[in-house]
């Protein structure tokens, strides 16, 4: 079935630490793709988004992700994380539907 | 700036009552709106879309429905509620793309329902 797949559902890391966390898509053809994070009591905010063009993208905070088509791949990552980063992280697919696919997210907590 | 409005925060509601959630979107015109659905652990599961007023599309099949009977007003509804739909509800709007591929949403702050 076409989904995404985070494969981690749960991280633990120390401070400073280097974190990837992996989204994998099963859609053929044309997507846009998406990193957000929920931090705790807060919404859903965009962390970073791919449509085209430079498969490795920018997002705030630090956090960057690249795109690698073969593997239908989207993984994001920090060089060093810090307390501050400890939220739910979510992966989607925009599909050509207007629909957004989304994992079912890593929740990731940074010990002080 | 953009911004959306989702209430009630939370809500509390006997099993076959009805329900209303309501999400209005401001500083935006002709948006694509949302319903999602959170649970622990499996993600958002959309709903409902729209596209334009009174244009709905659902996703899933299930004791709920949605309305919109204004461009930026996008309403969540139900005649009996079930307990199984205690849930966290998340409103959403997006830019209508040219094409159809969908682009980021941005979201309310959500209504954490819970049906007793």
């Known amino acids: 079935a076409q989904s995404v797949s985070q494969h981690n559902h749960h991280v633990i890391l120390s401070e400073a630490a280097s974190l990837e966390l992996g989204c994998n898509y099963s859609?053929?053809?044309?997507?846009?793709l998406f990193w957000y994070v929920q931090y705790p009591g807060q919404h859903l905010q965009l962390l970073l988004k791919?449509?085209?063009?430079d498969p490795l993208v920018k997002g705030i905070k630090g956090f960057e992700a690249e795109f690698i088509k073969s593997k239908f791949s989207f993984n994001l990552r920090k060089p060093s994380v810090q307390w501050s980063d400890t939220a739910e992280y979510f992966c989607?697919?925009?599909?050509?539907?207007?629909?957004?696919?989304w994992g079912a997210g890593t929740k990731l907590i940074i010990k002080p | 700036s953009q911004t959306i409005h989702q209430w009630p925060a939370t809500l509390v509601q006997p099993v076959g009552s009805p329900l209303s959630l309501e999400c209005t979107v401001e500083?935006?015109?002709?948006?694509?709106l949302y319903w999602y659905r959170q649970a622990a652990g499996r993600g958002l599961q959309l709903l409902f879309y729209s596209v334009g007023i009174g244009q709905i599309s659902s996703e899933v099949p299930q004791n709920l429905s949605a309305s919109r009977p204004q461009d930026r007003q996008f309403i969540l509804s139900s005649k009996k509620l079930l307990l199984s739909d205690s849930g966290f509800y998340l409103c959403?709007?997006?830019?209508?793309?040219?094409?159809?591929?969908?682009?980021?949403?941005?979201f309310g702050q959500g209504t954490r329902l819970t049906v007793v």
């Open positions: 500083g935006t015109s002709n948006p694509n």
């Open positions: 859609y053929g053809g044309t997507v846009n």
């Open positions: 989607a697919v925009g599909r050509s539907n207007y629909q957004l696919i």
């Open positions: 791919y449509f085209s063009g």
């Open positions: 959403a709007w997006s830019v209508r793309p040219m094409l159809r591929l969908a682009t980021e949403a941005f």
